[in-house]
């Protein structure tokens, strides 16, 4: 248990540090000024109370009993005193216009670190993490680090200059007093320490709590049909009030323990102030320590001073501990392996000369060629065709739960090939893959004869279109979604990829036209329609591998005949992998796969297999279904 604490608090003390080098790295000045006037703010009210010992016992006492008192000493240190005032008036001001600054400014770097490396996490982190999870980083987790910086960090740093201004101050005017204010600052942090563990442990447990409730709202949030079809309100009703629940009770815990930190600090502060009056008057009284009127009024004062810092800590202190809690998480995103990419083989464009030598061209040809460089320096082009092909290929999401079991296959350059098998079979799984959305455990696989684990990713995944069964449509027009496939596409381009997937003819019919916003991801247009500007996207990239995952699964069948049409168009002269559970649409497949369990089963063209009279007989005559 013992550990576990120490553990916690050490991941705490390396969080916080690395969230102060946020600050003081990104606005090393402003932060460094932000320093300066809060010393001297915290200089400034230190000076009310010291101020009190030279009032009385050098001015107002003297004067006392005097037929023509002179206040003009008085009325110089008074002078004085407003000045001190005012510079720390000015001071405050300050520093809290910057830290304001600063907050957002240093929220804003962490959104853009957190947002930049989360691009380079792989799709496995993804499969992992719910998005309502990751929302919550964005969301809840920094806007509690905003209350802490423009807020929380000025006050401790304030809390600390006066705790030791005020210490020196009461060291000075009276070392017996101080001592007993020694004893008090060792109870009260024993007591933070007790109190400040409990709430630190349940806010950690609230921000993961809180993450879990925003996760399961937008889950839901995007079911919200599905729930209703399926009567599934109660139930969704009870999940939420369990995991409100867990969050409830780590919030109560967590706020119980932080908001009795305040109170209890405040209590050990009136005891001190009861203890110092009483030794400072029997001090006074036996003529101990020359403690006179002026220095026990100043120390008195310098008592609540002295406490106020732990009590403006303590009220700041559950602040803090959910800043850090919600750090610790985003700093774990920020952590987070990156996928890694050892290839060296890139896409470029190319021509071929007369002898037909492939060289390398800056100009879009229409040609693609591999730039593979060599140890000896030397660097040969390899035209891509789109032959692609499995050897062996070994593979499990898990280690210890193996998907497809020594896969051999092969798609030569312009084949279509198919996919047909039972949900879970591994069809998907093959495009994944050929993606490297994830590497596989054993054989390999060659994409124009290369290993693809020597291409690079970005160049690889640009050398394939991908039109896959949920489309997802951004916020933009029309014309910027057709475009996302290919973002330097002229208009001329676009119009020719939405004639060519069949879709130029409703976006014509749209009031705006190419030029229709689309918001929630599409939810204006019907599913068929969505799945037409996906096909158009695939279209303008123009790639040379396609791949097609249940692509006219959400379209009705006259539709379907519709797009199909425009599919046969944009396959022409491609290597095309095609999963489809409507067999109707693979029957022209050079190639037809059935996959069951991970492993191939058949294969062939639709005339081969239907002889065959195995498996995909069973399935395209209705014998046997799909599940």
């Known amino acids: 248990m013992s550990d576990k604490k120490s553990r916690i608090s050490k991941n705490t003390l390396q969080t916080a540090k690395r969230l102060l080098k946020y600050v003081t790295e990104t606005y090393k000045l402003r932060f460094f000024l932000v320093f300066i006037c809060i010393f001297i703010s915290a200089g400034a009210s230190i000076s009310v109370s010291l101020s009190l010992k030279f009032m009385l016992d050098d001015f107002i006492i003297p004067l006392i009993g005097q037929q023509n008192p002179n206040f003009a000493g008085l009325y110089h240190a008074l002078g004085i005193l407003g000045c001190i005032f005012l510079a720390g008036v000015l001071a405050t001001f300050t520093y809290t216009r910057l830290m304001v600054y600063i907050g957002q400014g240093v929220l804003k770097r962490i959104r853009d670190d957190m947002f930049e490396h989360m691009q380079t996490l792989p799709i496995r982190y993804f499969d992992q993490n719910t998005n309502g999870s990751i929302m919550s980083l964005y969301t809840n987790d920094t806007d509690t680090l905003r209350q802490m910086i423009s807020q929380s960090i000025p006050q401790a740093l304030t809390s600390f200059f006066t705790i030791i201004v005020t210490f020196i101050s009461m060291l000075v005017l009276s070392p017996i007093l101080t001592a007993l204010a020694v004893l008090v600052i060792f109870l009260m942090l024993f007591v933070s320490r007790k109190i400040g563990g409990n709430s630190g442990k349940y806010f950690v447990r609230q921000q993961v709590a809180l993450a879990d409730v925003t996760g399961f709202v937008e889950e839901r949030m995007n079911g919200q049909r599905v729930v209703k079809v399926f009567n599934h309100e109660s139930k969704s009703k009870e999940e939420f009030d369990r995991l409100n629940e867990?969050?409830?009770?780590?919030?109560?815990?967590?706020?119980?323990?932080?908001?009795?930190?305040?109170?209890?600090?405040?209590?050990?502060?009136?005891?001190?102030?009861?203890?110092?009056?009483?030794?400072?008057?029997?001090?006074?009284?036996?003529?101990?320590?020359?403690?006179?009127?002026?220095?026990?009024?100043?120390?008195?004062?310098?008592?609540?001073?002295?406490?106020?810092?732990?009590?403006q800590v303590a009220q700041q202190f559950n602040s803090i501990i959910m800043a850090l809690a919600g750090a610790e998480r985003i700093f774990a995103l920020i952590d987070e392996k990156s996928e890694t990419d050892e290839g060296y083989v890139t896409l470029v464009n190319a021509k071929k000369d007369a002898d037909g030598v492939i060289s390398e061209c800056r100009e879009r040809t229409g040609m693609w060629a591999w730039k593979h460089p060599h140890n000896d320096g030397s660097v040969t082009y390899t035209e891509l065709t789109g032959d692609v092909r499995f050897e062996d290929v070994t593979f499990g999401y898990d280690e210890e739960k193996v998907i497809l079991h020594?896969?051999?296959?092969?798609?030569?350059?312009?084949?279509?090939?198919?996919?047909?098998?039972?949900?879970?079979?591994?069809?998907?799984?093959?495009?994944?893959?050929?993606?490297?959305?994830?590497?596989?455990?054993?054989?390999?696989?060659?994409?124009?004869?290369?290993?693809?684990?020597?291409?690079?990713?970005?160049?690889?995944?640009?050398?394939?279109?991908?039109?896959?069964?949920?489309?997802?449509?951004?916020?933009?027009?029309?014309?910027?979604?057709?475009?996302?496939?290919?973002?330097?596409?002229?208009?001329?381009?676009?119009?020719?990829?939405?004639?060519?997937?069949?879709?130029?003819?409703?976006?014509?019919?749209?009031?705006?036209?190419?030029?229709?916003?689309?918001?929630?991801?599409?939810?204006?247009?019907?599913?068929?329609?969505?799945?037409?500007?996906?096909?158009?996207?695939?279209?303008?990239?123009?790639?040379?591998?396609?791949?097609?995952?249940?692509?006219?699964?959400?379209?009705?069948?006259?539709?379907?005949?519709?797009?199909?049409?425009?599919?046969?168009?944009?396959?022409?002269?491609?290597?095309?992998?095609?999963?489809?559970?409507?067999?109707?649409?693979?029957?022209?497949?050079?190639?037809?796969?059935?996959?069951?369990?991970?492993?191939?089963?058949?294969?062939?063209?639709?005339?081969?297999?239907?002889?065959?009279?195995?498996?995909?007989?069973?399935?395209?005559?209705?014998?046997?279904?799909?599940?």
């Open 246 to 311: 867990s969050l409830f009770e780590c919030a109560s815990q967590a706020n119980t323990f932080a908001n009795i930190m305040g109170p209890v600090i405040g209590n050990i502060g009136n005891l001190q102030f009861v203890l110092t009056a009483v030794l400072g008057g029997f001090l006074s009284v036996m003529g101990i320590g020359g403690i006179t009127l002026g220095v026990m009024a100043s120390y008195l004062q310098f008592t609540k001073s002295f406490t106020q810092p732990f009590m």
């Open 406 to 627: 020594n896969i051999s296959l092969f798609a030569k350059p312009g084949q279509k090939l198919a996919f047909v098998g039972s949900t879970g079979a591994g069809k998907t799984t093959i495009t994944n893959l050929i993606n490297r959305f994830y590497d596989i455990q054993e054989g390999k696989i060659r994409y124009d004869g290369i290993n693809i684990t020597k291409i690079k990713k970005d160049d690889l995944r640009r050398s394939l279109g991908i039109v896959l069964q949920d489309t997802h449509l951004f916020t933009g027009t029309i014309r910027d979604n057709i475009r996302y496939g290919k973002l330097d596409a002229t208009d001329e381009e676009i119009y020719a990829a939405a004639k060519l997937a069949h879709a130029d003819q409703f976006i014509r019919m749209l009031p705006d036209g190419y030029d229709t916003m689309l918001s929630g991801d599409g939810e204006e247009l019907s599913q068929g329609q969505r799945q037409l500007l996906s096909i158009a996207r695939a279209a303008v990239a123009d790639p040379p591998v396609l791949i097609l995952d249940e692509a006219t699964s959400s379209i009705d069948t006259r539709t379907e005949s519709i797009v199909q049409k425009g599919m046969d168009n944009l396959m022409k002269g491609r290597t095309v992998f095609v999963i489809a559970h409507r067999l109707s649409t693979i029957r022209n497949s050079d190639a037809i796969i059935v996959l069951d369990h991970g492993r191939i089963i058949e294969r062939g063209d639709h005339e081969d297999l239907i002889r065959l009279k195995g498996t995909y007989y069973q399935l395209y005559t209705g014998k046997l279904e799909l599940s």
